[in-house]
Structure formats: structure tokens, C-alpha cells
């Protein structure tokens, strides 16, 4: 799911599921998210059983470089939201990739690799019975300097 999710058909959904009138699901949908917001303004952490926790995380002061300029710049401290996903919910959204398998490649030979070489080890994936090789995509992440292997069905 690629698309952002408005409060409006929150409330249609639930309305639906809960045979109230949307009025009332658009309350309680409204009411729900302003306490939970009023919530972390004077805690740390709000935990929803079966759904997950959402915390207040401070980041420290960083500096960073302007990519556009070259020039060191300095980021100020600040909070930021975290949510972490109850179990329940979690084996829930991975369960369709339950079957996944971890493989461990070499990651010096990974971070040299040309496309050429990324399109052999899809090949060499594929003759492990992993899966097709027109399934699978690999690039390289330049920035963050580590290698992305997407299996798609």
C-alpha cells in the first residue's frame, strides 16, 4: 500500500465494520487520535494492546553536510515519533513472507559489484531453487553504501 490513508476513510471503514453513522466514526476516530496526541505531549510512550506503541524519541544534535552546497551544517536536538508495531499485528503483516529465507552474501564483494556482477549473482540465486531470476531485483545503494535484493512474486 503505496497511498496515504485520510481520517475521512478511517472513519468510513469503521462506520461500516461498527454499523454506526459516519458522523459518530468520524467523532470517535477524531477524539482517538487528539488523545493519543495529547497523550505523548506529557508522556513518553502510548501502548494500544494488540495494535502497538507509539514513542516520543529525542535525536541528539548532529552535524551533516549540505549535499547541494558541500558546507558542514549543524541539525538541532529534536523529538521525533516512533511507533513499534504490537507482535500480533507484526506477524500479521509478515505473514505472507513467512517463508522468506536469510541468506548471508560476502559483503566486500557485494560493495564492489557492477551490474553485470549483481545480474550473475541473481543467476546464481536462482540456481539455488531461491527463486526466479526475473523475480528478483538488485541495486546498490550508494548512499548508505549496502546492497538491496527485492524478491517480488
Given at each position: 500500500m503505496n497511498r496515504k490513508l485520510l481520517l475521512q476513510e478511517v472513519a468510513d471503514a469503521f462506520a461500516q465494520r461498527a454499523n454506526i453513522s459516519?458522523?459518530?466514526?468520524?467523532?470517535?476516530?477524531?477524539?482517538?487520535?487528539?488523545?493519543?496526541?495529547?497523550?505523548?505531549?506529557?508522556?513518553?510512550?502510548?501502548?494500544?494492546?494488540?495494535?502497538?506503541?507509539?514513542?516520543?524519541?529525542?535525536?541528539?544534535?548532529?552535524?551533516?553536510?549540505?549535499?547541494?552546497?558541500?558546507?558542514?551544517?549543524?541539525?538541532?536536538?529534536h523529538a521525533k515519533l516512533s511507533f513499534v508495531p504490537d507482535s500480533q499485528l507484526k506477524d500479521l503483516i509478515n505473514k505472507p513472507f513467512a517463508d522468506f529465507q536469510t541468506i548471508t552474501l560476502k559483503t566486500e564483494q557485494l560493495k564492489r559489484s557492477s551490474p553485470k556482477q549483481r545480474l550473475r549473482l541473481s543467476e546464481r540465486l536462482a540456481q539455488v531453487n531461491l527463486c526466479n531470476r526475473n523475480q528478483l531485483s538488485i541495486r546498490r545503494n550508494v548512499i548508505k553504501k549496502r546492497l538491496i535484493i527485492t524478491y517480488t512474486q
Open positions: 459516519k458522523k459518530k466514526a468520524e467523532a470517535f476516530c477524531r477524539a482517538f487520535f487528539d488523545l493519543i496526541e495529547e497523550e505523548l505531549t506529557h508522556e513518553s510512550f502510548v501502548k494500544i494492546k494488540g495494535f502497538g506503541t507509539f514513542k516520543v524519541i529525542t535525536v541528539n544534535e548532529r552535524e551533516s553536510i549540505n549535499i547541494n552546497t558541500g558546507e558542514r551544517i549543524r541539525i538541532d536536538s
